[in-house]
C-alpha cells in the first residue's frame, strides 16, 4: 500500500497537469475553425531572401475556394515583376491524391499540366510549402501538449503525422504550433525533419480579423535553418467571402 | 593549394567573385562501385548513406540518386517526381530496367548521380564552413562506416585530396626526417671515419634543423608539402661546412707529427674561413632564388633553407674548432675511414691525369653531352594537377580517376556573366558556350541555366513544335520559363546557375582531363565566344587557378633561376676578383641546369610545385664545389705548384672534400624516394641528376678549363691573396 502511494505521489504531477490541460485536439480545432474560410480574394506580395542578402519580389493576385470534403482550388495570376505579368496558375490541392497544377505561360502562350508528388514542395519556390498555403485537415495528425504547453500563454502543441505516407505528403516528421491561450490562433510553427531536426519556422506576424469572427492570416514569414533564407508574404486588398463561381477555376479562365 | 598562391592573383580573385556569389565549388563526393550498382541492396545502402549525411550541419547542398528529380513531359503534362520514387526490389526486373532508362534519358541523372555504364553512383556533398573541414570529413566517414553493404565505397573531391595531402605530408615529415638523420650518420661514419669526426658535422645538421623547423611555428607558417624539404635540405646541406672542417683536420693529423690543437684550429682557420664563407654566402644567395617565387610554401622555404644554412655555417666555423679543442685523443695516427684516401687516390689520381692529358676533349664532350641532353628541355612539361601528387594506387588517386572517367570531372572552371541574363541575345551566347565547351576535348560536362531552358521548353513544346529544345526569343518566354523551372526543378539547381535577380548567371565547367593544355584551350574558347557579349564575363575556378599556377611556376623558375644565377656569378666575380672567374665558376651551374631540365623533358617528369623548387636548390648546394675547386688551385698555385701538380693536389685533397660533400647531399636527399608524394619522389631522384652533375662540373669539367685556357685570375686570385 506504502509503496503505491508513493508510486501515485510520482505520477501525481503529470496527472495534475494533464487534467488541467484541454484537449490537445479541441485546441487545434478551434484555431482551424476560426481561420477556415469559404473563399477569399487577395493580393500577394512574396519577398525571398537570401542569406547573403539578394532578394526576389513577386507580387500575385490569389483566388482560394475551399471545397467540403478538403479540396481546395486556388487560382494565380502574377503581376509583377513585369516579364513575368500575366503568368497563371491553377492548383487543385486533393485531399487524398496529389495535387493537380496547370500553369500558362502567356509569353509562350502555353498551357501545362504539372503533375507533382510532392506535396512539401515549395509554394513558387519561396520556404512556404504549398500546404502551408491550404488549411490542413485535422485527421492528417496526432496532437498532444508539449512539456511546456500552457505554462505562459501559449499552448504549445506537437503535431504528428498519423502515418509515413501523410508524412511523405507534407514533408515533416513533427510541427509544434504555439498558439496564444486568448484567442486560438497559431502565432509561431516549428517544423522537423525526418531526423527529428528542426528545419523550418514560421511566425505569424498578423492577423486580419473577418466580418464573421473569423481571422486571416495578414503577413507572415518562414526561415529555412538549413540554407539560411527567409520568406515573407504578406496578403493586402482581401475579400472575404467574396462569391467566386467554380467556372473560374478552369483552364479556360487561367489563359484569359 | 589555392593558399600557395598569392591573393593578389587574377585567377584567385576572379574565383572568389565567382564563388561570392554562386558558392564555395569545393565538393566532396562519394562514390559507389559494383559490377552493377542497380541493386536494391547498393540502393540502400547509398540511400542510408544520403540521408546520414544530409543530418549533417555543416554539409549545405546534396546531389545525389534521392535529391535528382525527374522533368517528364507525357500527353500535355509535365511530370516532376523523385528520380527514384522507390527503389526496386531484388528481382524485380522491370522495376530495375525502367529505372536504368530513366537515368540514361535524364541528364541531371546520368553521368551525375549514375554513372552510364551502371558500375557507379555518386553522391556529391558541398561544404559549408560551421565547421572545420577535418572534422566535416570525419563525421562523414563515420556515417559511411556505419553503413557498409556491397558497394565499395571511394571518397574524392578536393577537401578528400588536402586531407591526405596534409596525412602524407605528416608520415614523410615522421619517417623521412629520422631515416634522412640515420642515412646522413651512415655516410658521415663512411667518409669521415671515427664517430667523434662524425659527431662534429653532424652536431651542427642536428642543431640547424633544429632552429629552422622551430621557425615555422613561431612565425606562424604551416608545414606544406614544399616546407616539408626544408628539413631534408638542411640535413642534406647543414653538415657540408663541417666536412670540410673535419677532412681538413685530419689531413694535418695526418701528416704523421705532433702539432699542438691551438696550431691545428688556427691552420684549418686560416685555410677554410674565406672559402667557407663565400660558399655559405654564394649557397643562401642561390637559395634565397626562391624568393622571387610566386609560390608562397616556395618563399618560405626561401627563408627558412637560408636561415638554417646561415646558422650551419655560423655554427660549423665556431662549434667545430671548438669540438677539435676539448676532443681528449691525441691527434696524429687517426684510423682511415671506410671509404679512406686510398679510394679516393683509385678515383682522383687517374681522373687528374686524364684532366691533365686531355682538357680540350674533355671541355669538348662535355659541351656535346649537354646540348644532347639539353634538346629533352623542349619535352619539357609543367604539371599542377593535385591528384597526380600521388601514386597511381593511392585511393584518392583512383576516386579522381573515376570522377574524372565516369562523372565529368572533380575540377571545375567557372564562367560568371554578369548583365540582363534574361535577354535573348545573351542567353544564346550561354546556350553557345555551353554547348562548344560541352564538345571540346577534355570537357566532362557544362551545366548553365541555357540547358535548364532548353529542359524547360521540351517540357513545354512538343518534339514537333519548332520551338521544342530552342532558347526563346523574347526576354518574357526566357523569364517565365525561369518561373516554371524554379517552381517545378530543384530550386538549388537553379540557384547553382542563376542568382535570385537574375542578373548573373553561372557556367560551371567540369574537366575530365583537367590538364594545362585542357585548361588553356577551354580558356581560349570561353573568350572567343563571349568577346562581344553585352555582359560583364569573369572566368575562374580552381583549374584557372590551377593554370596561373603553372604560369607562375614557369615564372617563378625563369625569375629564381635568373636571380640566383646572378647572384652567385656577381658573388664569384667578386671573390675571385674577376669578371672571368665568375663566369668561370657559373659554368658548372648552367650545364647542370641545362642537364637537369633536358633529362627531365627526357623522362617525362614535369616541373611541378616541388620540382620547380630543384634548380634554386641545386645553384646554392652545387656552387660550393666550385668555389672550393678553385680556391685550393689557386692556394697550391700560389705555393708555387705548377698548373698539373696544382690539379693532382687540388683532387687528392679538397676534391676528395667535394666528393663526400656530393655525396652526403646525394644521400640525404635519396631519402626523399620513400616520400609518399610522385612529385617528392622525383625531387628526390632529380637531386642525385643535379648534384650529381655539379660535381662532375667542379671536378671534371672546371679543372679542364682552368688546365685548357689558364685563366689570370686563379693568378690574380694568388697576387691578392700573396698581398693578405
Redesign the interface.
Known amino acids: 500500500m506504502k509503496r503505491m502511494i508513493i508510486i501515485m505521489m510520482l505520477f501525481l504531477p503529470y496527472f495534475h497537469i494533464s487534467a488541467q490541460l484541454p484537449d490537445a485536439d479541441e485546441i487545434m480545432d478551434r484555431g482551424r475553425e476560426l481561420t477556415l474560410m469559404g473563399s477569399l480574394n487577395a493580393n500577394v506580395n512574396l519577398l ?1 531572401t ?1 542569406k ?1 542578402g ?3 519580389n513577386r507580387t500575385i493576385a490569389m483566388t482560394t475556394k475551399s471545397y467540403p470534403g478538403g479540396l481546395e482550388k486556388r487560382l494565380i495570376r ?1 503581376l509583377e ?1 513585369a ?2 505579368r500575366g ?1 497563371s ?1 491553377l492548383v487543385i490541392d486533393n485531399k487524398d491524391k496529389p495535387d493537380e497544377m496547370w ?1 500558362y ?4 502562350k ?1 498551357t ?7 506535396k512539401g514542395k ?1 509554394f ?2 519561396s520556404e512556404f510549402s504549398n500546404a502551408d498555403m491550404s488549411t490542413p485537415a485535422l485527421s492528417d495528425f496526432s496532437n498532444k501538449h508539449t512539456a511546456n504547453s500552457g505554462s505562459a500563454d501559449y499552448w504549445i502543441i506537437e503535431s504528428i503525422p498519423v502515418n509515413d505516407n501523410v508524412a511523405d505528403e507534407y514533408g515533416f516528421s513533427k510541427k509544434v504550433s504555439h498558439i496564444k491561450k486568448e484567442n486560438y490562433l497559431v502565432t509561431k510553427m516549428e517544423y522537423y525533419n ?2 527529428d ?1 528542426l528545419f523550418k519556422t514560421i511566425e505569424v506576424r498578423s492577423y486580419y480579423p473577418l466580418s464573421n469572427g473569423k481571422y486571416t492570416i495578414e503577413d507572415m514569414a518562414a526561415i529555412n535553418h ?2 539560411g533564407r527567409k520568406s515573407e508574404i504578406q496578403f493586402t486588398n482581401l475579400k472575404e467571402n467574396v462569391e467566386i463561381d467554380d467556372s473560374f477555376f478552369t483552364i479556360a479562365n487561367l489563359e484569359r | 593549394m589555392r593558399n600557395y598562391i598569392p591573393s593578389s592573383m587574377e585567377s584567385r580573385i576572379k574565383t572568389d567573385e565567382i564563388e561570392n556569389e554562386f558558392g564555395v565549388q569545393d565538393i566532396i563526393m562519394l562514390l559507389f562501385t559494383d559490377s552493377t550498382i542497380l541493386t536494391e541492396e547498393n540502393l540502400r545502402q547509398i540511400k542510408n548513406i544520403d540521408r546520414g549525411i544530409s543530418k549533417l550541419s555543416s554539409i549545405s547542398r546534396r546531389i545525389s540518386p534521392f535529391t535528382t528529380s525527374s522533368i517528364k513531359s507525357s500527353e500535355g503534362m509535365m511530370i516532376v517526381d523523385p528520380l527514384i520514387k522507390t527503389i526496386p526490389s531484388e528481382g524485380d526486373t522491370a522495376g530495375i530496367n525502367e529505372l536504368y532508362n530513366d537515368i540514361l534519358n535524364n541528364p541531371f541523372a546520368r553521368n551525375i548521380v549514375f554513372s552510364s555504364d551502371m558500375t557507379s553512383a555518386s553522391i556529391t556533398a558541398t561544404i559549408n564552413n560551421t565547421e572545420s573541414e577535418s572534422v566535416v570529413l570525419a563525421k562523414v566517414d563515420s556515417v559511411v562506416a556505419a553503413n557498409t553493404g556491397n558497394a565499395r565505397i571511394m571518397k574524392g573531391g578536393l577537401p578528400y585530396i588536402r586531407l591526405h595531402i596534409m596525412k602524407d605530408v605528416k608520415r614523410d615529415a615522421i619517417v623521412l626526417v629520422p631515416l634522412a638523420l640515420i642515412v646522413m650518420l651512415l655516410v658521415l661514419k663512411l667518409t669521415l671515419g671515427e664517430w667523434r669526426s662524425v659527431f662534429m658535422p653532424f652536431s651542427v645538421v642536428l642543431l640547424s634543423t633544429g632552429i629552422c623547423m622551430g621557425l615555422i611555428p613561431l612565425i606562424g607558417w604551416k608545414l606544406s608539402i614544399i616546407t616539408l624539404l626544408v628539413p631534408i635540405l638542411l640535413i642534406a646541406v647543414g653538415n657540408n661546412y663541417g666536412i670540410y672542417l673535419v677532412t681538413k683536420f685530419h689531413d694535418i693529423c695526418r701528416k704523421g707529427k705532433y702539432i699542438p690543437k691551438r696550431e691545428i684550429i688556427n691552420e684549418i682557420i686560416r685555410s677554410l674561413k674565406k672559402p667557407l664563407i663565400y660558399s655559405g654566402l654564394t649557397t643562401i644567395a642561390g637559395i634565397l632564388g626562391l624568393l622571387t617565387h610566386s609560390i608562397i610554401p616556395a618563399r618560405q622555404m626561401g627563408v627558412l633553407a637560408a636561415a638554417g644554412v646561415l646558422a650551419a655555417l655560423i655554427m660549423s666555423i665556431l662549434l667545430i674548432p671548438g669540438f677539435i679543442y676539448i676532443r681528449s685523443k691525441r691527434t696524429e695516427g687517426l684510423k682511415a675511414p671506410f671509404l679512406g684516401n686510398d679510394v679516393f687516390k683509385k678515383i682522383l689520381n687517374p681522373l687528374a691525369e686524364l684532366i691533365i692529358r686531355y682538357p680540350g676533349h674533355i671541355i669538348i664532350y662535355s659541351v656535346i653531352f649537354t646540348i644532347v641532353l639539353s634538346s629533352g628541355m623542349s619535352l619539357l612539361k609543367i604539371e599542377t594537377n593535385q591528384e597526380n601528387y600521388f601514386p597511381k594506387n593511392n585511393p584518392v588517386r583512383q576516386a579522381s580517376d573515376i570522377i574524372n572517367r565516369k562523372f565529368g570531372g572533380s575540377q571545375t572552371i567557372s564562367v560568371m556573366i554578369a548583365g540582363d541574363i534574361k535577354d535573348p541575345v545573351i542567353m544564346r551566347r550561354i546556350d553557345e558556350l555551353t554547348r562548344e565547351t560541352e564538345h571540346t576535348d577534355g570537357v566532362g560536362q557544362v551545366f548553365s541555366i541555357s540547358q535548364a531552358v532548353r529542359e524547360m521548353s521540351k517540357a513545354v513544346f512538343l518534339p514537333e513544335e519548332e520551338s521544342y529544345d530552342q532558347i526563346p526569343s523574347t526576354r518574357e518566354s526566357i523569364a517565365q520559363l525561369f518561373e516554371l523551372y524554379n517552381m517545378s526543378g530543384n530550386y538549388d539547381d537553379f540557384s547553382q546557375m542563376l542568382n535570385l535577380e537574375n542578373t548573373r548567371a553561372h557556367v560551371l565547367i567540369k574537366l575530365s582531363d583537367p590538364s594545362n593544355v585542357v585548361i588553356k584551350n577551354v580558356n581560349n574558347k570561353i573568350q572567343t565566344i563571349t568577346k562581344d557579349i553585352p555582359a560583364e564575363v569573369t572566368t575562374g575556378g580552381y583549374a584557372m587557378i590551377m593554370a596561373d599556377f603553372a604560369r607562375s611556376i614557369i615564372k617563378g623558375q625563369i625569375f629564381s633561376l635568373g636571380f640566383a644565377l646572378i647572384t652567385v656569378f656577381i658573388l664569384l666575380s667578386l671573390i675571385f676578383k674577376s669578371f672571368r672567374g665568375g663566369l668561370t665558376g657559373s659554368i658548372p651551374l648552367a650545364v647542370s641546369i641545362l642537364i637537369l631540365f633536358g633529362f627531365m623533358g627526357f623522362t617525362g617528369i614535369a616541373l611541378d610545385a616541388a620540382t620547380a623548387l630543384l634548380s634554386s636548390i641545386m645553384i646554392g648546394v652545387g656552387v660550393d664545389f666550385t668555389i672550393q675547386y678553385i680556391w685550393s688551385f689557386s692556394n697550391n698555385i700560389r705555393n708555387g705548384l705548377t698548373y698539373e701538380e696544382s690539379t693532382r693536389t687540388s683532387l687528392r685533397t679538397i676534391g676528395r672534400s667535394i666528393i663526400i660533400n656530393a655525396l652526403t647531399v646525394m644521400t640525404g636527399f635519396s631519402v626523399l624516394v620513400l616520400s609518399g608524394f610522385s612529385s617528392i619522389r622525383f625531387f628526390g631522384y632529380l637531386v642525385l641528376i643535379s648534384i650529381g652533375s655539379c660535381l662532375a662540373g667542379a671536378i671534371i669539367l672546371i679543372p679542364a678549363i682552368i688546365m685548357k685556357f689558364r685563366p689570370g685570375f686563379v693568378k690574380a686570385d694568388m697576387n691578392t691573396l700573396k698581398k693578405q
Do not use: G, H, Q, Y
Open positions: 525571398i537570401e547573403n539578394a532578394t526576389r502574377f515583376p516579364d513575368v503568368t496558375m500553369i505561360l502567356p509569353a509562350l502555353k501545362r499540366r504539372i503533375v507533382s508528388s510532392e515549395s513558387m519556390s525526418f531526423d531536426e538549413s540554407n
